[in-house]
Structure formats: C-alpha cells, structure tokens
C-alpha cells in the first residue's frame, strides 16, 4: 500500500508548484531546489499553507524553521511529524 502522506505531500507539491509531472514521478530523493521542482520561500510558505489545509492540522513554524528541507523526503518526515504531534493518523490524513 502506498504511503498516503507521502503521495499527497508530493500531490501538494505538483499542484502549487504546477509540475508537470505526477505525485508518483516523484522521488524522495529528489531535491526540493532542483530545475524540476524549483522551491523558493514563497512557494515553501503556499506548500505549507496548503498541507496544513489538506491534513487539517498546524504546522508549527519553529519545525519548519529547524526543519533540514533539502529533498521530497524531508519534507515528507517534516509533515509526518507533525502529524503525529497533532494526533492525526495516517488513516486520518489520508481523506
């Protein structure tokens, strides 16, 4: 079974960042600041702004501050954590 956070963190990252590629193309390797995704503060801020909506949960601004956001995964074990801190499951955060 697919890790639904980690698709929908990529989805989150398709759908901001207008990528022409799919959730799936997308490896947790790949680096948040690569030509192909192209993440800049600005489009970090809409990408959290927009998993906070999507999971129903605070994403707490010192995390992301401390958080090392350098490739996909990172920023996938940032919202986990996140999520286990506000008690949401991933059966929850797969709606």
Same mark, same amino acid.
């Given at each position: 079974?697919?890790?639904?956070?980690?698709?929908?963190?990529?989805?989150?990252?398709?759908?901001?960042?207008?990528?022409?590629? &799919?959730?799936?193309?997308?490896?947790?390797?790949?680096?948040?600041?690569?030509?192909?995704?192209?993440?800049?503060?600005?489009?970090?801020?809409?990408?959290?702004?927009?998993?906070?909506?999507?999971?129903?949960?605070?994403?707490?601004?010192?995390?992301?501050?401390?958080?090392?956001?350098?490739?996909?995964?990172?920023?996938?074990?940032?919202?986990?954590?996140?999520?286990?801190?506000?008690?949401?499951?991933?059966?929850?955060?797969? &709606?």
């Amino acid at each position: 079974m697919p890790d639904s956070i980690s698709t929908q963190v990529k989805q989150v990252l398709v759908d901001i960042l207008d990528l022409d590629l &799919s959730a799936g193309d997308i490896r947790d390797q790949a680096s948040l600041y690569s030509t192909t995704i192209s993440l800049d503060s600005l489009t970090l801020l809409r990408v959290i702004t927009e998993l906070e909506r999507r999971f129903g949960c605070e994403i707490d601004d010192e995390a992301v501050m401390t958080a090392d956001l350098v490739d996909v995964g990172s920023l996938v074990d940032l919202m986990r954590s996140q999520l286990a801190l506000a008690g949401v499951g991933p059966e929850l955060a797969s &709606s």
